[in-house]
């Protein structure tokens, strides 16, 4: 069983705008990260996020991490139309395990 | 330097059948995970492999089964298999201790008809 959830399932958004999406999980975990996955391909990882970090930055992204709320939001800046793409969160306890996911697309 | 590559990447068997989908892990990586994606779902934990034996097993049944070799490469077998077995298999290759990064192949798409 999903172990997260993404919220929203789906986004649309045009390029240029901001794109958020949040995480929520049930369980004690070490870390989260968040991964993207092209059309049914592999995943690729984005960041990751420790338990006792509260904020992170890669670039255009950016993740937050509320221990006491279990959840997590992932914000992408300035979206392009190559962001298109599902996105999931993944939690590391005692497995990893990935959420439902939040399919985007960036409308050009 | 090479990531994670899987084979085959199509594969069509009939209800009953078993099916063997095979890793190589990322140059220099140690561990393989094995995950179950149906589509529109996120992916599903399988098993995972660190030095040649199961070291984690998510909620799927006997019928999974898998093995890693001396080189770190795994083959994931599925017996007896099912319409509801059809999904997307993913493998995914760490480092021990790299805080658990996961490195994914492209996949092996089952279908079962």
């Known amino acids: 069983s999903q172990q997260g959830e993404e919220d929203p399932q789906a986004l649309s958004i045009q390029e240029g705008e901001n794109a958020t999406m949040n995480c929520s999980y049930k369980t004690s975990i070490n870390n989260l990260q968040w991964y993207r996955q092209n059309s049914g391909r592999g995943l690729v990882h984005l960041i990751l996020?420790?338990?006792?970090?509260r904020e992170k930055h890669s670039g255009r992204l950016r993740v937050t991490l509320d221990t006491s709320k279990k959840s997590s939001s992932l914000l992408i800046t300035a979206s392009r139309a190559a962001d298109t793409a599902s996105y999931f969160c993944a939690v590391t306890g005692n497995q990893f395990y990935f959420g439902t996911g939040t399919s985007l697309t960036v409308i050009p | 330097d090479a990531g994670v590559t899987q084979s085959p990447t199509h594969l069509i068997k009939t209800r009953g059948q078993q099916v063997t989908l095979r890793c190589s892990p990322k140059?220099?990586?140690?561990?393989v995970s094995w995950y179950q994606q149906a589509l529109g779902q996120g992916p599903q934990f399988i098993f995972q492999?660190?030095?040649?034996?199961?070291?984690q097993r998510g909620n799927f049944p006997d019928r999974f089964s898998g093995h890693q070799f001396p080189n770190y490469s795994s083959e994931l077998n599925v017996n007896a298999l099912l319409l509801g077995d059809s999904a997307l298999y993913l493998c995914?290759?760490?480092?021990?201790?790299?805080?658990?990064?996961?490195?994914f192949g492209a996949g092996t798409r089952l279908s079962v008809l």
């Open positions: 995914a290759s760490s480092l021990v201790g790299a805080k658990n990064i996961q490195y």
């Open positions: 140059s220099g990586h140690d561990t």
């Open positions: 492999y660190y030095e040649e034996e199961e070291r």
């Open positions: 996020i420790r338990s006792n970090e």
